[in-house]
């Protein structure tokens, strides 16, 4: 798939949106800001982490973000459990979806 300037603006503002209001369902306290969108010589990539603090939404919030994201075409998500010395402990929920320049 082609991405148009278009295309990458919209995405832009609409996945943290979108990942917002599935943070706000699972009534979780963080929001993503934004979506970073990193360019290299033949590829463009969207960047983005969500943080989950309770346990028991992590599978069901990552369900959700992935199954959303996946309209955009080929993701990667990861998740990595943060025990911090000076908050509660989290998982970090990371994607990565990338377009080939052509």
Excluded: W
Excluded at 12 to 24: G, T
């Amino acid at each position: 798939m082609e991405l148009t300037d278009d295309m990458r603006k919209e995405m832009k503002e609409e996945i943290p949106c979108e990942i917002n209001r599935i943070l706000e369902k699972y009534e979780l306290p963080y929001r993503m800001d934004q979506v970073s969108i990193m360019n290299s010589s033949n590829k463009i990539s969207f960047i983005g982490n969500v943080r989950v603090h309770d346990p028991s939404k992590v599978k069901p919030v990552q369900t959700e973000v992935e199954s959303y994201l996946k309209k955009f075409g080929d993701i990667a998500i990861n998740t990595r459990k943060v025990v911090p010395c000076c908050e509660l402990p989290y998982t970090y929920i990371n994607f990565h979806i990338t377009y080939a320049k052509d």
